[in-house]
């Protein structure tokens, strides 16, 4: 039982390049999350998927692309990234029973 | 105004003592709570979490909320340097996703 995967752990991006973040979990979570963190600022979350086939936009979703691609599967995609998007990136999924979110181990994504 | 606000430290405390970190939030509908710790360049780990008014006790850990007051915290007793962290609180609305504070940094020195 992994919980919450996250690739890659680290990336270096030009201005304009595109990428796409990937996390699965395997505790059968139906929600997922994507948040960024920037130092002072919290956690600050992108885009969520209460369920398979669903996608709603969190607090900062300019520039980021989602996808669930099935329940264990929640990827990222910067289409052009800038320099605003160096941060830390966090996926997350959610027990049912309780709420809890459990994170994976984070992107370090540098854009120069 | 933020809809979770924590101060954002560093609260440095000897070792031994009892560090207190507080967290308020904004919407009087949030129904529960939740504590995170976060080491540097780790990601955040639940340690508590709490629904009802009152304490909530887990080992050297204690949640305590106030709905009233719209206010809670998290007590650390007999602190640790191991325990010197980033303390998220989160705060969960209906069926939005959990709402986040920017954390307090603890610091527990030897």
């Known amino acids: 039982n992994a919980g919450v995967t996250q690739t890659p752990k680290f990336q270096v991006l030009k201005t304009g390049q595109s990428m796409t973040l990937q996390c699965a979990q395997d505790m059968n979570h139906n929600s997922m999350y994507w948040y960024r963190q920037d130092p002072g600022m919290g956690l600050r979350l992108i885009y969520y998927s209460a369920s398979e086939g669903t996608t709603d936009k969190g607090e900062v979703p300019n520039g980021y692309n989602v996808s669930r691609l099935n329940k264990r599967e929640f990827s990222l995609r910067l289409e052009s990234a800038a320099p605003s998007q160096t941060s830390v990136y966090f996926c997350?999924?959610?027990?049912?029973?309780?709420?809890?979110?459990?994170f994976g181990p984070g992107t370090r994504l540098t854009v120069t | 105004q933020k809809e979770v606000e924590q101060n954002s430290g560093p609260l440095s405390v000897p070792e031994g003592a009892i560090a207190s970190l507080n967290c308020t939030y904004s919407?009087?509908?949030?129904?529960?709570f939740f504590w995170y710790r976060q080491y540097s360049g780790k990601s955040p780990e639940l340690i508590m979490f709490?629904?009802?008014?009152g304490d909530k006790e887990d080992g050297r850990f204690t949640a305590q909320l106030n709905k009233a007051s719209q206010y809670v915290s998290l007590l650390i007793r007999d602190s640790q340097p191991s325990d010197s962290a980033t303390y998220l609180c989160?705060?969960?609305?209906?069926?939005?996703?959990?709402?986040f504070g920017s954390g307090t940094r603890l610091q527990v020195q030897p």
């Open positions: 709490i629904y009802s008014n």
């Open positions: 989160a705060v969960k609305t209906g069926r939005r996703a959990l709402t």
């Open positions: 997350a999924s959610t027990g049912t029973a309780l709420n809890e979110q459990y």
């Open positions: 919407d009087r509908g949030s129904q529960s």
